[in-house]
């Protein structure tokens, strides 16, 4: 219950900082040249000054600015995130339907990525500078330096123009429309390219943390008073090491998760997949102001949820946490 | 100086010093070796590295050379890596000296406002920047030196905060320094060093967002950049894959050897972690 | 060594060697004793005479690099150091068991108390989960440990230092090993709690005829426990014996250095004290307020309670406490490191504890500090020379004049002037604690703070600096604040004492009165809590140089 409670005051503290961010991008935004309605005046093929005049005031966009970031954030409070004028629908069911796909790709990159790099990274720190440990600290550092969308380039060449194993892109077949067990395999057949693009970056980050954290750990005191007790050296590591090593990298996730949003901007352009990072690049190409500041409390808000579900966990793993208070 | 001498003692640092030299002679030199505009034509398009002697690394969709872009793409990816890195560290040192020092409601503001960069992820508000401010190389180099500076402010934070309860500051501020005084004289050169290190990440990183904008072609086009040319080799990437594979691997292996040089400056720094 | 007739652990002639590189080649060199049943074996030494090393190196459990190259460790008729790494798994633990000195450290931080000392059953016997649940509560009675059961599902930071020494203790006993290694195991403790852990050793150790190997680097603790003594000094033992014999009759120089660097606890008579106050505390108190949502749920520390004292010009003010007692916290209000909540601290006739931060820079010159931690005192990238001149510098004295007057400060406290171009981390840690003094000293200050100044050295180089210490007073005229835990430094050092408990003096008064007739049933206990504190009683020590 006081792990609730105190992952709960967390949670609270990032109200003001979701406000911060969105009163930020707002104001940010006024300065971009153009507004809604230009862009959709270009997109209904020109029109002339007393039309956009009549659009702006519809949208309320002829009000000062202090009334129309009030206005914002009004409709923001009953979650109603404004119009789209490319797409033509509510910003908020756009961003709702692109959402699982994202989603999807996100877990499964994070699982990838998290249980990898967590096998690999105690497996190096076991064999510490014997050559498993350079093999997989080497391979590392190369998946480290790979742009991503360059993988996701080449893995397609390889895999889908070469072998002919995996789809180059989309989502799922869009020719054959199938239900059930059929569809979720077809979903996860297009899925093993963009999830391993994804996840390849983050699962060197999480194994250069899991090694190091490993070998922190196993210098520790109580490693020793746990061998002079007269454990063996896998128990060790599986009854003491372990868990303590874990901490760092259960914070890396709350860490990441910002950033692994911003990398599936790029890797559902590579792979055409219909999720929230190609909506945000199509919102900046096509000037639709509304949706990309509704990605951006979106993804904001996503990256609070992570945080707070990692706070969870790892209140739940760290008993200190919770004396501290 | 001995912490070169064990700088050197490392195979990886050494790949990677040599590897970055690599790099920096070629941006260095591309304007002797490939004296013309590198993106101005200069053969029939698509030719395949190694066919040619003229073109060794073949020819993009337009038919510019790919070798000559490469060499002066390493100028660009240099030049922001370098520049934006200068500019995030420079505010996250500022930002995280007078967090980690002053503590209390200074703190508290500082913070919420790293937080707020660091809760958007760094992608999309890169993308809104340009999507603000235009292409340009200044600006894309501007804004990804600002969506870099949270992780060095947090860094600096925590180093100020561990090294301002230290004895020897205390001791300072019972000789009667000042509060600058401390923070410059007393703190900030026993801080700098991690923070130093930690720039190469954050150049290795600066390359890696730079790139990936310019393969969305939100980049300054009128670059010869590595990742504007990924993005043109998409659209041949069926049977001219090597469009989009060279730059690819340039932009790896410029990475790859700032990460390692910033590795072996850790190591050559910090002796006792050698057990590692 | 032949070997004696009963002896449960023997060393003949072991020799470990230390990677290339450390600042000798061998860690132990022919090292070579033992231990029988029923015995409590003290082997003493100052920081870096290998001691703890021997302690690893029966439980073979050497760092990397560091091997043996030469004897044997006998026990139970073979030689540990030939066993192979199964065998050594079923001595550690139900053989040969270890406690270390940080208890806060040495226990998993993630997992109940209950759950680490089970472990020991689970590793070495068979038995049911139940059965090792009433075990574990068997030796939590055991050892004493203030309810038990609540103590048996708590977490290592949940206890405090004392009962987490008493878990490790019950963990370590709980297969009633023959032999038990104890590596400074009340080090780390306040007085009062290490006075009781060290009978609980003693009573224990008697109960269950276990043989204990005790690992000290203080006299006052071998005169307490020890039944035979090894003193150990670079890597060798120079003397063993009996305790009564090498305590009463030492024969080798080093250990009658070490026995003579021990403070007594008898002060040396009073002097004539001025009546001129030079530094009054007046009714100080500061609390601490942490945690709470909006105001509600906060904790309130009340660190300092209504402290009063007074300093006449030239003697020595000691406050003796243990940790959480308050007086660092005072130390820390008396140099405006901390400011006070209430209360005035008068020096020189002005309120320095309401003054403005602009103001307290200015008169800081007049009252200094000398801290604790030898290596953490002193910026590392700054050489010592600056260092002692910095305080003069900010004052506004020229840089030269400053640079000159520091090297002959450096000669003032006893080191060599041509050093000053170094950094600190190429000085010893005596030497360190010298350079912090003379930084103190640059100001020119009428009063000094030593807050815990010698607390960090070894005995011998203790010694040494409260000699230094005690010249300069004669030489400058300074009036001197001492702050400590150690009762036995406080007596040799400070004309007038104050003990304080919990944030309030709870008495003061003249050193010899207050260690010779204590009246506060604290003091008492915490005098009664020294170690060997008969011993240092009978033992005279030459006063220090008036």
């Not at chain 1, 961003?95 to 790709?105: V, Y």
């Not at chain 2, 370098?82 to 505010?91: D, E, F, L, Q, S």
């Not at chain 2, 150049?203 to 993005?231: H, K, Q, T």
């Not at chain 3, 170094?422 to 103190?440: D, M, N, T, V, Y």
Request: proline share 5%; charged share 15%.
């Amino acid at each position: 219950m006081r792990i609730l409670r105190l992952a709960g005051r967390r949670l609270a503290a990032s109200i003001p900082t979701l406000f911060l961010i969105l009163i930020g991008i707002f104001l940010l935004l006024q300065f971009a040249p153009g507004d809604t309605v230009d862009a959709m005046m270009a997109q209904m093929g020109g029109g002339d000054a007393a039309t956009a005049r009549e659009l702006r005031h519809f949208y309320g966009l002829d009000l000062s600015i202090p009334l129309q970031l009030g206005n914002y954030l009004w409709r923001l409070v009953r979650l109603d995130l404004g119009f789209s004028s490319i797409y033509g629908k509510p910003v908020a069911s756009v961003i709702l339907e692109r959402l699982p796909p994202t989603l999807l790709l996100m877990t499964a990159s994070l699982s990838f990525a998290f249980f990898f790099g967590l096998l690999f990274g105690v497996i190096a720190a076991r064999g510490v500078n014997k050559w498993p440990d350079t093999l997989i600290s080497i391979a590392g550092l190369i998946f480290y330096a790979t742009p991503s969308f360059w993988f996701g380039l080449m893995a397609i060449v390889v895999f889908s123009i070469y072998l002919q194993w995996l789809p180059a892109g989309g989502f799922e077949d869009i020719g054959a429309v199938q239900t059930g067990l059929w569809r979720t395999i077809d979903i996860a057949r297009h899925l093993v390219l963009p999830t391993l693009t994804l996840g390849l970056i983050f699962l060197a980050i999480y194994l250069r943390i899991m090694r190091a954290s490993m070998l922190e750990v196993l210098n520790l005191d109580f490693v020793r008073t746990a061998r002079a007790k007269g454990l063996d050296e896998t128990r060790v590591v599986t009854r003491h090491v372990l868990r303590n090593a874990l901490l760092p990298m259960v914070t890396l996730i709350g860490l990441q998760a910002g950033t692994m949003l911003g990398g599936s901007v790029v890797v559902e352009s590579v792979f055409s997949l219909p999720g929230l990072g190609r909506l945000a690049y199509e919102s900046v190409v096509q000037r639709d102001l509304n949706t990309l500041l509704g990605i951006v409390f979106v993804s904001a808000l996503l990256v609070i949820i992570v945080n707070f579900a990692v706070d969870l966990i790892y209140a739940r793993l760290d008993p200190r946490i919770v004396a501290e208070g | 100086m001995d912490a070169l001498k064990r700088y050197f003692r490392s195979p990886a640092a050494v790949v990677g010093l040599v590897l970055l030299l690599i790099v920096v002679a070629m941006a260095v030199s591309a304007g002797w070796i490939y004296p013309r505009e590198p993106l101005a034509l200069a053969g029939r398009p698509l030719i395949w590295p190694f066919s040619n002697p003229r073109f060794l690394l073949g020819t993009d969709n337009s038919g510019r050379d790919i070798a000559a872009q490469i060499f002066y793409g390493a100028r660009i990816s240099l030049l922001i890596g370098g520049v934006a890195t200068a500019i995030a560290i420079a505010i996250g040192v500022l930002i995280g000296a007078f967090a980690g020092f002053y503590g209390g409601w200074v703190d508290n503001v500082l913070m919420r406002i790293t937080e707020a960069f660091q809760t958007l992820p760094n992608f999309v508000l890169l993308l809104v920047l340009v999507a603000v401010f235009g292409s340009t190389l200044t600006t894309v180099t501007i804004a990804v030196g600002v969506v870099s500076w949270p992780a060095p402010a947090r860094l600096t934070r925590a180093e100020f905060l561990s090294l301002r309860n230290r004895e020897f500051v205390q001791a300072g501020r019972t000789l009667g320094m000042r509060d600058i005084q401390l923070i410059l004289g007393e703190i900030l050169p026993n801080a700098l060093p991690p923070v130093i290190v930690y720039a190469s990440v954050v150049m290795a990183v600066a390359i890696l967002l730079e790139s990936a904008l310019a393969f969305l072609r939100l980049s300054d086009p009128n670059v010869a950049s590595w990742g504007n040319l990924i993005g043109l080799g998409r659209d041949v990437l069926r049977v001219q894959w090597y469009v989009s594979a060279i730059p690819g691997i340039a932009i790896l292996l410029t990475v790859l050897a700032v990460s390692l040089v910033g590795q072996g400056l850790n190591d050559a720094l910090n002796p006792r972690l050698k057990a590692r | 060594m032949s070997e004696l007739s009963g002896a449960i652990l023997t060393l003949e002639g072991l020799s470990v060697r230390l990677p290339p590189g450390a600042d000798r080649p061998h860690a132990l060199s022919g090292v070579s004793l033992s231990i029988a049943a029923n015995e409590i074996l003290c082997v003493v030494g100052e920081s870096g005479s290998g001691k703890s090393m021997m302690a690893s190196t029966i439980m073979q459990l050497l760092p990397n690099g560091v091997n043996i190259d030469g004897g044997r460790v006998m026990f139970e008729g073979r030689d540990l150091a030939k066993a192979s790494a199964t065998e050594m798994r079923h001595v550690r633990g139900a053989g040969i068991a270890m406690i270390f000195q940080e208890p806060m450290t040495a226990l998993n931080p993630l997992r109940t108390i209950g759950d680490q000392i089970g472990e020991m059953f689970s590793i070495h016997t068979d038995l049911s989960r139940a059965a090792i649940r009433a075990k574990v509560l068997a030796l939590l009675e055991d050892v004493r440990i203030p309810d038990p059961k609540a103590a048996a599902r708590a977490f290592p930071h949940e206890l405090s230092g004392g009962q987490r020494q008493r878990a490790m203790i019950a963990m370590a006993l709980a297969l009633d090993p023959k032999v038990l290694i104890a590596d400074e195991p009340t080090t780390a403790l306040d007085v009062t709690t290490q006075a009781q852990i060290l009978a609980l050793i003693r009573d224990l150790q008697q109960r269950k005829k276990t043989a204990v190997l005790f690992i000290t680097h203080d006299f006052g603790v071998v005169a307490e426990i020890a039944d035979r003594v090894a003193v150990m000094q670079h890597g060798s033992i120079v003397e063993q014996g009996i305790a009564a014999s090498v305590l009463n009759a030492p024969q080798h120089p080093y250990t009658r250095q070490l026995i003579a660097a021990v403070p007594p606890l008898t002060s040396p008579p009073p002097r004539s004290l001025s009546d001129d106050i030079i530094l009054s505390i007046d009714d100080v108190s500061k609390t601490y307020r942490t945690g709470g949502f909006l105001g509600r749920g906060a904790r309130v520390t009340r660190a300092v309670k209504n402290v009063s004292l007074k300093l006449p010009r030239g003697a020595t003010l000691g406050i003796v406490g243990e940790s959480g007692s308050g007086k660092s916290t005072l130390a820390r209000c008396l140099v405006r490191l901390i400011d006070p909540d209430a209360g005035a601290i008068v020096l020189e006739g002005k309120d320095w504890a309401k003054m403005a931060r602009e103001d307290v820079r200015r008169e800081t010159r007049h009252i200094q500090m000398v801290f604790q931690d030898p290596f953490g005192s002193l910026n590392p990238r700054r050489k010592a020379a600056e260092l002692v001149a910095q305080g003069p510098i900010v004052h506004g004295t020229p840089r030269a004049k400053a640079l000159a007057d520091a090297k002959e400060l450096f000669a003032l406290v006893g080191l060599d002037p041509s050093a000053s171009d170094r950094f600190p981390h190429e000085f010893s840690g005596g030497q360190r604690q010298r350079i912090g003094l003379a930084r103190a000293l640059a100001l020119r200050p009428e009063v000094l703070v030593a807050d815990e100044a010698v607390s960090a050295l070894d005995v011998s180089v203790q010694a040494q600096v409260l000699q230094l210490l005690a010249g300069l007073r004669q030489r400058l005229g300074l009036s001197i604040v001492f702050i400590t835990h150690d009762l036995r430094v406080a007596a040799q050092i400070c004309d007038l004492v104050a003990v304080m408990k919990d944030g309030e003096v709870v008495e003061q008064g003249l050193a010899g009165d207050v260690f010779g007739r204590p009246q506060h049933p604290y003091t008492r206990a915490l005098l009664d809590s020294i170690p060997g504190g008969a011993f240092a009683r009978q033992h005279e020590a030459p006063s220090l140089a008036r």
